[in-house]
T-cell receptor
Framework: ETGVTQSPTHLIKTRGQQVTLRCSSQ?????VSWYQQALGQGPQFIFQ???????GRGNFPPRFSGLQFPNYSSELNVNALELDDSALYLC??????????????FGPGTRLTVL | DQQVKQNSPSLSVQEGRISILNCDYT??????FLWYKKYPAEGPTFLIS?????DKNEDGRFTVFLNKSAKHLSLHIVPSQPGDSAVYFC?????????????FGKGTHLIIQP
């Protein structure tokens, strides 16, 4: 059984650019959530995807968007990057059954630096 | 408006003693609580969880206690070991971790002294 993987590990972009981060879910999981962790803070929920549809969203602007693919892998896209977008981006996968979602398991994260 | 609060940024405990990490929450809709452990340059690792229908859950050296009336939970680690040195995050969700995602505290850095 493979765990959650993310790519790339590190990324440097300049303000105004666009970025795509990738995540492969743990085997058997059908739900993926994305979080942003700024320095010294806890992870903040960006959004969640289930069955290729956005299933819930935190307090993030529309320039943060995502995709989930039939194999349950996922992408996070951020447009018009701002300096404050510099953070660790975490992907978590879980199994949704009925109305509840099981424990979320996290990948190692992608460190994004915006200059 | 922080809905999950970990008021101790750091905690130092001697090896072999008990470590107690605390967490308070304000949202009464939360019904599922988790603790994650994080080493530098790694993602959070799930440790233990508790549903709001219970007041205690135990897994080996780790026990989580939930006091719903006080909106408080704690993680006990006994005995503490050097490998327990990490940042510990308390997290909460409504509807069993559903589409609202997890709400995290800012973390407590646990340091186990030899």
């Amino acid at each position: 059984e493979t765990g959650v993987t993310q790519s790339p590990t590190h990324l440097i972009k300049t303000r105004g650019q666009q970025v795509t981060l990738r995540c492969s879910s743990q085997s058997g999981h059908n739900t993926v959530s994305w979080y942003q962790q700024a320095l010294g803070q806890g992870p903040q929920f960006i959004f969640q995807y289930y069955r290729e549809e956005e299933n819930g969203r935190g307090n993030f602007p529309p320039r943060f968007s995502g995709l989930q693919f039939p194999n349950y892998s996922s992408e996070l896209n951020v447009n018009a990057l701002e300096l404050d977008d510099s953070a660790l981006y975490l992907c978590a996968s879980s199994l949704t059954s009925g109305l509840s979602t099981d424990t979320q398991y996290f990948g190692p994260g992608t460190r994004l630096t915006v200059l | 408006d922080q809905q999950v609060k970990q008021n101790s940024p750091s905690l130092s405990v001697q090896e072999g003693r008990i470590s107690i990490l605390n967490c308070d929450y304000t949202n009464s809709m939360f019904d599922y609580f988790l603790w994650y452990k994080k080493y530098p340059a790694e993602g959070p690792t799930f440790l233990i969880s508790i549903s709001s229908i219970k007041d205690k859950n135990e897994d080996g050296r780790f026990t989580v206690f939930l006091n719903k009336s006080a909106k408080h939970l704690s993680l006990h680690i006994v005995p503490s070991q050097p490998g327990d040195s990490a940042v510990y995050f308390c997290a909460a969700s409504a509807r069993g971790g559903g589409a609202d995602g997890l709400t995290f505290g800012k973390g407590t850095h646990l340091i186990i002294q030899p």
